[in-house]
Nanobody
């Protein structure tokens, strides 16, 4: 069983900062890529940032220069540092992890993406 838990969301004024965290919990797994998505009211979920197991990152154009994704592989945790927040950043932010789970002693495995429950970020004008 693998579970993702986000934290760090909240209410902040425009220009402020927040740091989101997402920890992957469970056993018998390894993590490849990790991503942050967000979904604003009335909008579809979209990719915010991604990071590979080696630390290579990519960002949506709307957050480049303001957000930074990072990870701590020893802690199975990914972070999203959000600076210079704007009202248009208001959304529920979801963590996503590409996970490989070994399911038996023969070494059989299952690859799939897991999602957290989301954490609300609200940026006021």
């Amino acid at each position: 069983q693998v579970q993702l838990a986000e934290s760090g969301g909240g209410l902040v004024q425009a220009g402020g900062s927040l740091r989101l965290s997402c920890v992957v919990r469970g056993s018998g797994f390894s993590i490849n890529g990790m991503k942050w998505f967000r979904q604003a009211p009335g909008k579809q979920r979209g990719l915010v940032a991604s990071i590979t197991s080696s630390g290579s990152s990519n960002y949506a154009d709307s957050v480049k220069g303001r957000f930074t994704i990072s990870r701590d592989n020893a802690k199975n945790t990914v972070y999203l540092q959000m600076n210079s927040l704007k009202p248009e950043d208001t959304a529920v932010y979801y963590c996503n992890a590409a996970v490989r789970r070994v399911v038996n002693v023969e070494g059989a495995f299952i690859d799939r993406e897991y999602w957290g429950q989301g954490t609300q970020v609200t940026v006021s004008s």
